[in-house]
């Protein structure tokens, strides 16, 4: 039997199960398919339940990691491969180069001299980036890595001079043996594109709530000043529409969890930036769970801030200005309405990651492609793999595959 434990996954609740069966004595590897750790905490600006920016929670997980030599982390990297039995489990990785040397520091001066560019994912398509990168300026590894895809001719001349890149780079196959699983390979935003009735991706001031997290963010694409995307003006009417492809049947079936609670945050955001400004949130129901329930509160207690509960019908633009104007049914007054926006945010859904994948090993998915513990596999999940949690509780859910893991390893 492996005692060691294979982690897939690196964001907040995948580091947590690593760094807790690491520092229990227990040899841990990382897998993450992203050059950089983090998953979606490192997206937002500010998380529960302190209102803390994603720097502060996950700095800390890097230096124990730092500091951990039970840990090794992979990233650009996915299993391609499982074999074996609970206990011992042969996993083949693949993974990509990233063209930078290990000890290269800062190479923003030659990232920022590159032509190339390409639409940043990570920035969910509201700006390009360089071909080479960080994410943040917290990222971890703090390495450089490059897209080859992105570079001009001119670039190619430029990266073959330094001697931190190494552009005959290949990718890499290796073998780890393992003993338990913890697959923490987290959630996607719910394709808003395919909402046609909610204009997502097709009118410009209709954004999704992970837009506007990288609006507010002081890293993102606007250095942290919210704005509408059609003319970088300042919104002075802004509607959040609730449950955006959840709980129903023909998106996602059930309730994302963190949706409430994520826009009440961000209609904190931008009161305190535009004082001045009126937001309105279309709701189905309001979800404020345990401690959350103090948002809720300073949100009804705001007189710039105005809850409906209605659903929304559909959504047009004016083509003058890029106004959006909201179809509601508001459910307590009977009535059927029409009202103007000058921004829109959709509370887009929680999916996991692996849903509608086709996976190259067997692992138990529901119906939604929410991972299903498989403890006689000694496979089990963490996090939002396993169903929609927010923060706090992914690390907790982290910490307990760890220990369910470690039983397995320890022949328990």
């Known amino acids: 039997m492996s005692s060691a434990i294979l982690v897939v996954g690196g964001g907040f609740s995948g580091l947590t199960a690593a760094l807790e069966a690491a520092e229990l004595g227990y040899e841990v590897y990382i897998i993450e398919k992203e050059p950089f750790l983090g998953g979606r905490v490192s997206q937002l600006n500010k998380y529960f339940p302190k209102l803390c920016p994603p720097s502060c929670g996950l700095e800390i997980q890097f230096q124990r990691i730092k500091k951990n030599p039970k840990v090794k982390f992979f990233t650009q990297a996915e299993l391609i491969e499982l074999k074996g039995e609970k206990g011992n489990y042969l996993a083949k990785i693949k993974i990509a180069p990233r063209y ?18 390409k639409i940043s994912e990570f920035e969910f398509k509201l700006t390009n980036r360089k071909a080479l990168y960080l994410n943040t300026p917290f990222a971890f590894p703090n390495r450089y ?49 395919r909402l046609s009735n909610l204009g997502a991706g097709q009118l410009t001031n209709c ?23 059609s003319d970088s003006e300042a919104p002075r009417n802004v509607a959040f529409v609730q449950c955006a492809g959840s709980r129903d049947q023909n998106h996602l079936n059930y309730c994302s ?33 345990g401690r959350y329930d103090n948002m809720l509160k300073r949100i009804k207690a705001d007189p710039k801030i105005t809850l409906i509960k209605g659903k929304v019908a559909g959504i047009k633009e004016d083509c003058a200005n890029k106004d959006i104007i909201i179809e509601v049914e508001d ?60 923060v706090m509780r992914s690390a907790q859910s982290g910490t307990s595959a760890a220990m369910k893991a470690i039983q397995v390893v320890r022949g328990r």
């Not at 930078?100 to 560019?117: D, I, Q």
């Not at 001349?157 to 005959?168: F, H, T």
Request: proline share 5%.
């Open 100 to 117: 930078t040397s290990a000890h290269s520091a800062n190479l923003k001066e030659l990232s920022e001299s590159l032509n190339g560019e």
């Open 145 to 193: 890595v490059l897209d080859k895809s992105a570079i001009t001719k001119s670039d190619q001349i430029k990266l073959a001079s330094c001697s931190d890149i190494n552009l005959n780079d290949t990718e890499k196959e290796i073998e780890l043996n393992i003993g338990s699983i913890v697959f923490a390979t987290g959630w996607k935003p719910y394709d808003a594109t």
């Open 207 to 229: 954004i999704s709530n992970m837009q506007l997290e990288r609006l507010a963010s002081p890293c993102g694409p606007t250095l942290g000043k919210i704005q509408r995307p």
């Open 257 to 289: 969890y963190i949706c409430c609670m994520a826009s009440l945050k961000q209609a904190l955001y931008i009161r305190e930036q535009y004082p001045k400004a009126e937001i309105t949130i279309y709701y189905i129901d309001l979800r404020a769970p």
């Open 331 to 390: 459910a307590i007054k009977a009535e059927k309405w029409e009202k103007r926006h000058d921004l829109v945010v959709l509370a887009t859904g929680m999916q996991p990651s692996l849903a509608g994948q086709k996976l190259p090993f067997n692992i138990d998915l529901d119906e939604d492609g929410f991972i299903l513990d498989a403890e006689s596999k000694g496979i089990f999940a963490a996090g939002c793999a396993s169903k929609p949690l927010d």
